[in-house]
């Protein structure tokens, strides 16, 4: 399995504020990567595809980067309904998942 | 509006079987690829595996390959999940969620959710 570090595993922010996660893996899986945000209770949502391609109904404040083996999500201006937890996803091969990183309120 | 709409909540015991089921509505159901994902406070969010219903193609992942079967109905636009001997381990919110067309699989994510399945397994 290829395995999927994010980093860091929890942080605080401001509304306002510009955050990044950034997220690794064990190996290289070209830009087959994407980033889902979950709320409490909910179904994960779509963000990110491709490493850097905005899932159609995304604010443009969602950026994703990176190739090969090191991508990052960045959100600027941080907003109230940003506060919640992000994954990376690699489905270069059978899909793995991040541990997680959740946003939380400074 | 297109959207998967998960089965209720399930309490079994250990050793009994259990299908949980999906179904779409607001596209063609058979053209696009439905993956199925767990989730548990402890390992967070497992990948298990993808079904194309059109001819109910599987690839699972090799964590889950013979702990459950995935399959299809293409004419109730289901996609369904199932144990045949439910273990605790099993315990977790499972969703099920849409892929890409069937050249496209999973590489590009899954864009829609359905809201979940809570299964507990206890004694």
């Known amino acids: 399995d290829i395995q999927m570090t994010q980093s860091p595993s929890s942080l605080s922010a401001s509304v306002g504020d510009t955050v990044t996660i950034t997220c690794r893996a064990s190996q290289r899986i070209s830009s087959y990567l994407s980033w889902y945000q979950q709320k409490p209770g909910k179904a994960p949502r779509l963000l990110i595809y491709?490493?850097?391609t905005l899932q159609s109904g995304v604010p443009s404040t969602f950026t994703g980067s990176g190739s090969g083996t090191d991508f990052s999500l960045t959100i600027s201006n941080l907003q109230p309904e940003d506060f919640a937890t992000y994954f990376c996803?690699?489905?270069?091969?059978?899909?793995?998942f991040g541990q997680g990183t959740k946003v939380e309120i400074k | 509006e297109v959207q998967l709409v998960q089965s209720g909540a399930e309490v079994k015991k250990p050793g009994e079987s259990l299908r949980i089921s999906c179904k779409g509505s607001g596209y063609s159901f058979t053209t696009y690829w439905i993956g199925w994902v767990r989730q548990t406070p402890g390992k967070g969010l497992e990948w298990m595996g993808i079904i194309y219903p059109d001819d109910s193609q599987t690839r699972y992942s090799p964590s889950f390959q013979g702990q459950v079967t995935m399959s299809a109905d293409k004419s109730t636009s289901t996609a369904y999940l199932q144990w045949n001997i439910l273990k605790a381990s099993d315990t977790a919110k499972y969703y099920c969620?849409?892929?890409?067309?069937?050249?496209?699989?999973?590489?590009?994510?899954?864009?829609?959710w359905g809201q979940g399945t809570t299964i507990t397994v206890s004694s």
């Open positions: 491709a490493a850097s």
């Open positions: 996803q690699q489905s270069y091969s059978s899909p793995t």
């Open positions: 969620a849409r892929g890409g067309t069937q050249l496209i699989g999973y590489y590009y994510g899954v864009d829609v």
